[in-house]
């Protein structure tokens, strides 16, 4: 059964704000107070990702101000609060996300990483644009007819003989309705047609009809 082809590049941000290894602190504030980004990408040579400076590694500054090196805490938070550079302040290696990847890659990467944006790296490390937790949930727009079709194509199409089945969406919610050969069969659908991404939900309203066949509509 087919799945949504939609990947990173579909989704991400091209226009990205970066910063080179040897920008200050003031400056990595300015940029992500001017753009309303929490992250920057840092970069070396041609283009290539090598690190990327947050507001969680720009924070110890402020955090330790009034204390004493030696009582800074752990190493790298008194690392970082001494430091004036990106290189000297980003979190390395980048953690990144390649333009082919799907949308449900790149969001299990963030949860893991616990980041709220991924710099888009091709195979050579460069950099090609960011994606953010928004950009992945622009998938969730797609229209309620889209949907359906994809479903109907991409998922019910795919099957031989084909299935007696309806597809109604509402609010990005799939109903499919009809008869089945097979009542083993509901698990398997309801994966494939929750894989269509910008699916909210799949409810199922099917009954076993050993005989019954016919062309998916709705």
């Known amino acids: 059964m087919a799945s949504s082809p939609h990947t990173v590049s579909d989704v991400m941000t091209l226009t990205a704000i970066a910063v080179g290894s040897r920008a200050p602190y003031k400056e990595i504030v300015r940029l992500m107070a001017e753009w309303k980004v929490s992250a920057l990408p840092v970069l070396a040579g041609e283009g ?3 690190g990327v400076v947050s507001e969680a590694d720009l924070l110890p500054k402020e955090a330790f101000r009034r204390d004493e090196p030696a009582h800074l805490g752990p190493p790298d938070d008194a690392s970082k609060a001494g430091a004036v550079l990106a290189e000297d302040l980003m979190s390395s290696p980048a953690v ?3 333009p082919d990847a799907t949308i449900a890659e790149a969001a299990q990467i963030m949860a893991r990483k616990r980041v709220k ?3 888009v790296a091709n195979d050579l490390g460069l950099l090609e644009g960011v994606v953010s937790r928004g950009d992945l949930l622009k998938v969730f727009l797609r229209p309620d007819a889209e949907l359906g079709a994809e479903i109907r194509t991409g998922v019910l199409g795919q099957i031989s003989p084909p299935l007696r089945i309806d597809v109604a969406v ?4 799939v109903t499919l309705s009809g008869s089945l050969r097979d009542r083993s069969m509901v698990p ?3 994966r494939a047609v929750r894989a269509v ?3 909210v939900d799949v409810r199922m309203d099917l009954d076993e009809n050993p005989s019954g066949t016919a062309v998916a509509g709705g």
């Open 188 to 190: 398997l659908l309801a």
């Open 197 to 199: 991404e910008g699916v």
């Open 96 to 98: 990144t996300v390649h």
């Open 48 to 50: 290539r990702v090598i």
């Open 117 to 119: 944006r991924l710099p």
């Open 170 to 173: 509402e609010d990005g919610v």
